[in-house]
């Protein structure tokens, strides 16, 4: 997780009950972040492998 979601939160006066909310809810967005960043790289690993197919074709 973020050290400065990790931080703030730390900081953050509540119970701790809450402070594993906050943890829990937090958590959520960047797991979305990381399968936004895994389908932006899948889509530019079939776009090169389009691109290098074309280009082969171009230049036999």
């Known amino acids: 997780m973020n050290k400065t979601i990790l931080s703030s939160l730390e900081n953050y006066p ?4 809450n402070l594993q909310k906050n943890l829990a809810d937090f958590a ?3 797991e979305n ?3 936004i960043t ?3 790289e899948a889509r ?3 776009l090169y492998a389009l691109f290098q ?3 082969e ?3 036999k």
Do not use: F
């Not at 509540?14 to 009950?17: A, I």
């Open 38 to 40: 895994a389908k932006r």
């Open 33 to 35: 972040e990381q399968l």
């Open 14 to 17: 509540d119970s701790e009950e």
């Open 44 to 46: 530019a690993q079939t």
């Open 57 to 59: 074709h171009i230049y």
């Open 53 to 55: 197919q074309r280009q």
């Open 28 to 30: 959520v967005p960047l």
